[in-house]
Structures are given as structure tokens and as C-alpha cells.
């Protein structure tokens, strides 16, 4: 069993700045990317950011410039620091950890329940 459980979320006035976090607990052998997608009021999940265990990164182009991703994989936590927020990054952010799975020869995607970020004065 894998928990994955974010926080920092809230709200925030445009052109401020937020801090979320996210943790990975439970039967954990080691833990390939983590990441972060949101899903806005009436739009679909969409990629944000993602960071692999060598600590490369890739972000959407909405978020580029503002948002960055870092991670402490001895502590099974990734974090994404987003700054100069916009009404637009308002959405439930939800977090991921990609965990290798023998019996498929690949992994299974470990998501959080997410924190709500809203972006308005």
C-alpha cells in the first residue's frame, strides 16, 4: 500500500507566490518520476511538472519561468514552488508518484487526493 498526500495549497492573490508539497509513504522500494497535474473548474487533468529520480525536469508551457519542481528522494517528497501566480493556475493540484512494478515490468502511478489552489483578489 501506497499513501500519497499533498499540501499547500490555499488562496493567493495574483502575482503572489505558493509552496505545495508532497509526500510518498508506505511499501515503497524506490520511486521513479514524480510530478504534479491539475484540472481546473470545467477543463480536464493537465500536465504541470514532473521530475525523475536523476532529477531531470519538464514543464507544461503555461507554467514555464514561474513553477519549479524540486525533490529530496531520500525522503520520498516532491515539491513544486510556483511564483507570479495567475487566476488561470487556479485548479485542484494533485500530485503523483511513479513506483516499479516487477509482476508488469513497469510502474504504477501513485496519485494524491489533491489541494486546491485559488488565484484571485
Known amino acids: 500500500q501506497v499513501q500519497v498526500v499533498e499540501s499547500g495549497g490555499g488562496l493567493v492573490q495574483p502575482g503572489g507566490s505558493l509552496r505545495l508539497s508532497c509526500a510518498a509513504s508506505?511499501?515503497?522500494?524506490?520511486?521513479?518520476?514524480m510530478g504534479w497535474y491539475r484540472q481546473g473548474p470545467g477543463k480536464q487533468r493537465e500536465f504541470v511538472a514532473d521530475?525523475?529520480?536523476?532529477?531531470?525536469?519538464t514543464y507544461a508551457d503555461s507554467v514555464k519561468g514561474r513553477f519549479t519542481i524540486s525533490r529530496e528522494n531520500a525522503k520520498n517528497t516532491v515539491s513544486l514552488q510556483m511564483n507570479s501566480l495567475k487566476p488561470q493556475d487556479t485548479a485542484v493540484y494533485y500530485c503523483?508518484?511513479?513506483?516499479?512494478?516487477?509482476?508488469?515490468?513497469?510502474?504504477?502511478?501513485?496519485w494524491g487526493q489533491g489541494t486546491q489552489v485559488t488565484v484571485s483578489s
Open positions: 503523483h508518484t511513479d513506483i516499479p512494478e516487477s509482476s508488469i515490468l513497469g510502474y504504477i502511478r501513485h
Open positions: 508506505g511499501r515503497i522500494s524506490s520511486i521513479r518520476a
Open positions: 521530475i525523475t529520480n536523476g532529477y531531470l525536469t
